[in-house]
C-alpha cells in the first residue's frame, strides 16, 4: 500500500481504529444499533522529531496503544451496560482495578513463572545460558498455550472475532476495495502489522536479549528483565514495522509466518453484523483524517 497505515484492535462488540489525527470506536450497542464515536488524536508522533526516530518511535507507539486502548476498551463495556442499572456499573476504579490485575497477572505468568522454573533446574543445568534459552522456551509456550486456552472461551471468540473483522476491513482498504460486507469478506483475518505478531516478536527477540544474562540473585534477575522490556519492544516494532513493508519478499514471509500463524488463535471468521461495525470504526476514523487535514 502507498497511502498511510491504519490499524486498531478489538473491543467488547466492537472495533477501535487509529488514524493518523483521528482515534475511531465504533461498537454494536444491545438493542443493536451501532454506536459511533471518534476524537482527535492527539499524538507525540506529530509534534516531536525524536519521537519519529527508530527504536523511539516503537516505544511511543505502544504507550499510547496501552492508553488509548484500556480507554477505549471501557467505554466499549459502557456502552455494553448504557442501559443497565448504576448498581451493576463497575465504574472507572472497577475497571482500573481490573487492568492494574490483568498487568499483574501477565508478568507473574510470562515472567515470574518461566524464571521460576528454571532457578529450579539450576542444580543440573548449571549454565546460565542454557537456563536462559530454557526460560525463553517455556515462556512461548506459555504465551501460545494462554492464547489458545482463552480461546475457548465464548465472550472472548466474539472478540477475536471482531479482531478478524479489524484486519479484514484494513485489508480492504488498503487495497482499494470498497468498505461494505461482500468485498471485505473476501479477505484473511490474519494482517502483518497485527499487535498478536508484535507479542510473538517481543517474546522472540526476548530470548535472544536473556540468552547472555548473568543470573546473580531474584531481585536483580527479574528487575533486569523488566528493564529490559523497553528496548525489547523497539526493537521488536522496527522488525513487525519491517515486515509488514516488505511482505511481499518469500523470504520476509517466511520470518513473519510464525505471526500469522499465531493469528489463526487470535482471530476468527465474523459474521456480516461485525464487519459492519468494523466498516463503521474505520469510516469514522477516515472522516475524521479527512476534517484534519482540510483546510
Not at 513463572?113 to 537456563?131: E, G, K
Not at 523497539?234 to 517466511?254: K, M, W
Amino acid at each position: 500500500m502507498s497511502g498511510p497505515a491504519y490499524g486498531g484492535q478489538a473491543v467488547i462488540e466492537g472495533v477501535l481504529i487509529r488514524g493518523q489525527r483521528t482515534l475511531a470506536l465504533a461498537c454494536r450497542r444491545p438493542n443493536g444499533s451501532i454506536y459511533r464515536y471518534r476524537e482527535t488524536l492527539s499524538s507525540a508522533l506529530q509534534t516531536s522529531r525524536v519521537a519519529k526516530l527508530p527504536f523511539v518511535r516503537g516505544v511511543v507507539v505502544l504507550w499510547e496503544s496501552l492508553v488509548h486502548g484500556t480507554r477505549m476498551l471501557m467505554r466499549s463495556a459502557d456502552i455494553q451496560l448504557e442501559d443497565a442499572p448504576a448498581s451493576e456499573k463497575p465504574g472507572t476504579v472497577g475497571m482500573t482495578g481490573a487492568l492494574v490485575a490483568a498487568i499483574g497477572f501477565a508478568l507473574l505468568i510470562f515472567v515470574g513463572i518461566p524464571y521460576a522454573t528454571t532457578q529450579l533446574l539450576r542444580a543440573t543445568v548449571p549454565s546460565s545460558t542454557a537456563l536462559n534459552v530454557i526460560e525463553g522456551l517455556i515462556r512461548i509456550a506459555l504465551l501460545i498455550g494462554y492464547v489458545a486456552a482463552i480461546s475457548l472461551l465464548p465472550d472472548i471468540r466474539r472478540v477475536f472475532a471482531y479482531h478478524g473483522a479489524e484486519h479484514m476491513t484494513i485489508h480492504a482498504y488498503e487495497h482499494g476495495d470498497p468498505l461494505d460486507a461482500t468485498h471485505v469478506s473476501r479477505y484473511p483475518t490474519a494482517h502483518p502489522r497485527c499487535g498478536t505478531a508484535f507479542l510473538l516478536i517481543v517474546v522472540l527477540v526476548a530470548v535472544v536479549a536473556f540468552t547472555f544474562m548473568p543470573r546473580t540473585n531474584l531481585v536483580v534477575d527479574l528487575v533486569a528483565r523488566l528493564a529490559l522490556v523497553i528496548p525489547v519492544a523497539a526493537v521488536s516494532y522496527e522488525l513487525l514495522r519491517f515486515g509488514a513493508n516488505h511482505e511481499a519478499d518469500p523470504l520476509v514471509r517466511a520470518l513473519v509466518w510464525p505471526g500469522l500463524a499465531l493469528q489463526g488463535i487470535t482471530t476468527r471468521q465474523p459474521d456480516a453484523s461485525m464487519i459492519e461495525v468494523a466498516v463503521a470504526s474505520l469510516e469514522e476514523a477516515l472522516a475524521g483524517d479527512a476534517e484534519a487535514a482540510a483546510p
